[in-house]
């Protein structure tokens, strides 16, 4: 049975639109490869760094339902399991063995998965299957000529390809498998990495679009200047007031985005119990990049 958005709205922190909802979540790295190279991405695994892509370490299916156990009797108002990377979700098969294990094992939690979209269509069934109930896709373009600015390439069935063909599959694999999945009852909140030099005044486009193939809620998460895209500069308050107004004429619109880790465990903004659940020595930096 679909989970309805108002109770994601009590029960879910990134889909409380407008006053926090003080619930907590914890983020499983069972993901590690991509099949997409973003330019303001960097995979990293380390125990500084707080921003998406990073985690302290890679765990196994089976290691993140020992996870989720003891972070439930450390934390009850724990009420979301979620797969964020630190790679793509859909890239490797780990994330949906993960939610399967976890539908059986703890049924009442919610779950909840981030992808760049590149695999969602032809892994949609898989997703519904396993039980995932709101979903997250990284869009940043719905405009291939904007999209090959932010993605440098992507491996698809086993192709290197880049460029602006790289951007058109990647565009209508993520259009389409929005549009699957939320007919399906998945509820789907859209991101997109709000980057000034390139995809400002686009955003506006991206929200009518997603929110028309029956996307719930959008995000705006404020580039920070790294790898490729260090030139760029990152949103201030200001910009991000105007466009998230400019975005919330077609979708909801969530404010309260922390950026966070791929192993974090907690309440956004809060207390932060990973670094006494992943018990496990600091690892050199990996430089592959994700979605």
């Given at each position: 049975m679909a989970v309805s958005f108002e109770e994601l709205q009590k029960n879910h922190p990134c889909f409380a639109v407008g006053q926090k909802n003080n619930s907590g979540r914890i983020h499983l790295p069972v993901s590690p490869g991509c099949n997409i190279s973003c330019n303001f991405c960097r995979i990293s695994l380390n125990d500084t760094?707080?921003?998406p892509g990073v985690a302290s370490d890679i765990i196994t299916p089976d290691e993140a339902?020992?996870?989720v156990e003891r972070s439930i009797e450390m934390m009850p108002e724990l009420s979301?399991?979620?797969v964020a990377g630190p790679g793509d979700t859909l890239a490797t098969p780990y994330?949906?063995?993960?939610?399967?294990?976890?539908k059986d094992k703890f049924p009442k939690m919610i779950k909840c998965m981030s992808t760049n979209g590149l695999l969602l269509y032809e892994k949609a069934d898989e997703l519904i299957d396993a039980g995932v109930d709101t979903l997250t896709v990284t869009v940043n373009?719905?405009?291939p000529d904007i999209q090959s600015k932010i993605n440098d390439h992507i491996i698809w069935h086993g192709e290197w390809i880049s460029g602006r063909e790289a951007a058109e599959i990647l565009i209508e694999n993520q259009l389409k498998g929005i549009e699957k999945v939320a007919?399906?009852?998945v509820t789907v909140k859209v991101n997109t990495v709000l980057i000034p030099e390139i995809n400002k005044d686009h955003v506006p486009e991206i929200a009518k679009t997603v929110a028309g193939l029956g996307a719930t809620i959008y995000n705006l998460i404020p580039l920070i200047p790294q790898h490729k895209l260090a030139w760029c500069t990152e949103p201030d308050c200001q910009m991000l007031y105007e466009v998230r107004a400019e975005a919330e004429k077609y979708i909801k619109v969530f404010r309260h985005c922390q950026r966070c880790r791929a192993d974090a465990i907690g309440v956004p903004g809060g207390r932060d119990i990973s670094k006494q659940i992943y018990l496990r020595e600091i690892k050199?930096?990996?430089t592959f990049s994700h979605g």
């Open positions: 760094e707080n921003r339902l020992g996870i979301v399991v979620g994330a949906l063995e993960t939610f399967r294990k976890i373009a719905v405009d007919a399906a009852g050199l930096e990996n």
